[in-house]
């Protein structure tokens, strides 16, 4: 627990009725699952962001970033620390170039890159989320990245300076980049190149990744469990393993789509918990492949 002289510290830099306390968690996750952050607070703009950052660094609070939540697991104990929440979503458009502010909704980005005829980011067609966290993922879908439309990254640094990343130096891969799971490099904006294209072409390349995504579960989730091991798909693995449809309480592995599980109702944490490893004991037991996590988790003790 954080001692109480702390959280009047950051009461003063952040303003007592923008700091609250005992915020469910579950209403801003994807999951609809977790329990409260000891502390959160909503990051309105990048000045604020950077604002709350400095504020943790300085009086050592741990803290967590917060993005669309659709990509974390959180307890059901709840995180002991600051929340930050990033709501920063200026936007502008300037010739071929997008740039978005970190807690821009991906819906927003995708939607202006369509509405200017610009195409690079059909990839991202229904992905929820930020910007942010998509950056820091990686997302995309058949093969294409959002990287791919990156022209560079303005972040927060350790030391506490703004400095602007080329993509080369991001260290893009697979569902990752130097941002994820990186307190150290803090994402403020995002800039993305893109090319005009025909607005035919650009609908006809959204409507083939919409329909990529046609298998995927309606019902709350976090999207997909795990990473695609090298040359395979988790998906296809846990179904051949017989696992669709396993439940845990009201955790269960989705009939459409093996690698979401899906919460029923009232699926706690630890279920859905108990079902990650039975998928991975499984897996490995059967093909002896380790799946990996895609999701973050969130709140559980360090050996989980
Ligand atoms: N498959 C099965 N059974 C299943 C699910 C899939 O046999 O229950 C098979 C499919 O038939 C297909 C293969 O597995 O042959 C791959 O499945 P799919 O096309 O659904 O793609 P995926 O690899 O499971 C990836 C991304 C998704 C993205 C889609 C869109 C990962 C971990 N997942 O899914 O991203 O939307 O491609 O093409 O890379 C996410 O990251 O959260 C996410 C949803």
């Known amino acids: 627990m954080l001692?109480?002289?702390?959280?009047?510290?950051?009461?003063?830099?952040?303003?007592?009725?923008?700091?609250?306390?005992?915020?469910?968690?579950?209403?801003?996750?994807?999951?609809?699952?977790?329990?409260?952050?000891q502390l959160f607070y909503k990051?309105?703009?990048?000045?604020?962001?950077?604002?709350?950052?400095?504020?943790?660094r300085e009086l050592k609070i741990p803290y967590f970033i917060l993005a669309g939540g659709s990509n974390i697991l959180v307890a059901n104990q709840g995180f002991t620390g600051l929340v930050i929440k990033v709501e920063s979503q200026k936007i502008k458009i300037k010739g071929?170039?997008?740039?978005?502010?970190?807690?821009?909704?991906?819906?927003?980005?995708?939607?202006?890159a369509q509405e200017h005829s610009l195409s690079?980011?059909?990839?991202c067609i229904g992905i929820p989320g930020t910007v942010g966290g998509a950056v820091a993922g990686n997302a995309g879908a058949k093969n294409q990245w959002i990287s791919q439309c990156i022209k560079s990254v303005t972040i927060l640094d350790k030391s506490g300076k703004i400095i602007n990343l080329?993509?080369?130096?991001?260290?893009?891969?697979?569902?990752?980049?130097?941002f994820k799971d990186n307190p150290s490099k803090i994402i403020l904006e995002a800039i993305f190149e893109l090319k005009r294209e025909n607005l035919k072409i650009i609908k006809e390349k959204t409507k083939q990744f919409l329909k990529a995504r046609g298998n995927q579960p309606k019902e709350k989730s976090a999207g997909s469990i795990f990473?695609?091991?090298?040359?395979?798909?988790?998906?296809?693995?846990?179904d051949a393993a017989d696992l669709k449809g396993k439940r845990v309480e009201e955790a269960q592995i989705s009939l459409q789509h093996a690698n979401f599980i899906i919460n029923l109702g009232k699926a706690k944490a630890k279920d859905v918990l108990a079902l990650i490893k039975l998928v991975q004991n499984k897996v490995k037991e059967k093909f002896?492949?380790?799946?990996?996590?895609?999701?973050?988790?969130?709140?559980f003790k360090k050996k989980k």
């Open 227 to 238: 990473k695609n091991p090298a040359n395979d798909s988790a998906g296809r693995l846990i």
């Open 166 to 178: 080329k993509k080369d130096n991001c260290q893009f891969c697979y569902r990752t980049s130097c």
């Open 96 to 112: 071929y170039k997008i740039i978005a502010e970190a807690g821009t909704l991906l819906a927003k980005v995708v939607k202006a």
């Open 120 to 123: 690079g980011l059909e990839c």
């Open 3 to 37: 001692n109480p002289k702390t959280i009047h510290q950051l009461n003063e830099i952040l303003g007592s009725d923008r700091l609250k306390k005992n915020v469910p968690l579950a209403s801003h996750t994807t999951f609809g699952i977790g329990g409260p952050a």
């Open 288 to 299: 002896g492949v380790k799946l990996e996590l895609e999701i973050k988790l969130i709140g």
């Open 43 to 56: 990051a309105k703009t990048s000045e604020e962001l950077i604002k709350v950052i400095k504020a943790a």
